[in-house]
């Protein structure tokens, strides 16, 4: 079925950097663009990054630009964030959500989540 | 920067009709999305386009938009649709969500 599996959170101390995987199945992942949404504990949701199906298109939350970096490998059916110099406030739940029109959502499959927790 | 305001909590008895509004600037000309989470799951899409429904979701959520409201309707509410709610649209090259309101059926 489709699915979308999020890894790679943890305890990380600020200033540091954890790089997440977002991985596809059950569907053709190069043909859809891919977003990255974080929920806070007991916040809203959001919006960190999107990135277009091949790539060439990769836009950014002003909270996280410059310190966030997408991406993805269409061979390996996955998608990436890379987080530099975190920060207290990016402990949250992070999303990858599927996005069926170019970049501008709606985002019709999300995964459940993984944790990142930023503490020193 | 782009926003989308909610009111933070609607209330609605079983069986009645249920609205939720989502405002920002001209949102009328761009397309708004809605999402229900509900504790400890990720956001389901229930209409995007303003007013379509994905397959599976049930034909008692509806979806409108003009000016600058966007509004998530759902008629005949069930104990079940009790959950968080989300508005979202694209603007200035950003995704921006509304704050959620919680609906709570009672």
């Known amino acids: 079925q489709v699915q979308l599996v999020e890894s790679g959170g943890g305890v990380v101390q600020p200033g540091r950097s954890l790089r997440l995987s977002c991985a596809a199945s059950?569907?053709?992942?190069?043909?859809?663009?891919v977003h990255w949404v974080r929920q806070a504990p007991g916040k809203g949701l959001e919006w960190v990054a999107v990135?277009?199906?091949?790539?060439?298109?990769?836009y950014y939350a002003d909270s996280v630009k410059g310190r966030f970096t997408i991406s993805r490998d269409n061979s390996k059916n996955t998608l990436y964030l890379q987080m530099n110099s975190l920060r207290v406030e990016d402990t949250a739940v992070y999303y990858c959500?599927?996005?069926?029109?170019?970049?501008?959502?709606?985002?019709?499959?999300w995964g459940h989540g993984t944790t990142v927790t930023v503490s020193s | 920067s782009y926003e989308l305001t909610q009111p933070p909590s609607v209330s609605v008895s079983p069986g009645q009709t249920a609205s939720i509004t989502c405002s920002g600037d001209?949102?009328?000309?761009?397309?708004a999305c809605w999402y229900q989470q509900k504790p400890g799951q990720p956001p389901v899409l229930v209409i995007y386009?303003?007013?379509k429904r994905p397959s599976g979701i049930p034909e008692r959520f509806s979806g409108s938009s003009s000016g600058n409201t966007a509004t998530l309707t759902i008629s005949g509410t069930q104990a079940m649709d009790e959950a968080q709610y989300y508005c979202?649209?694209?603007?200035?090259?950003?995704?921006?969500f509304g704050g959620g309101t919680k609906l709570t059926v009672l």
């Open positions: 059950g569907f053709t992942f190069s043909s859809y663009a």
């Open positions: 990135i277009s199906y091949d790539g060439s298109n990769k």
């Open positions: 001209k949102l009328g000309d761009k397309y």
């Open positions: 979202q649209a694209w603007a200035s090259s950003t995704v921006v």
């Open positions: 386009q303003d007013d």
């Open positions: 959500a599927r996005d069926p029109t170019a970049i501008a959502g709606p985002m019709d499959v």
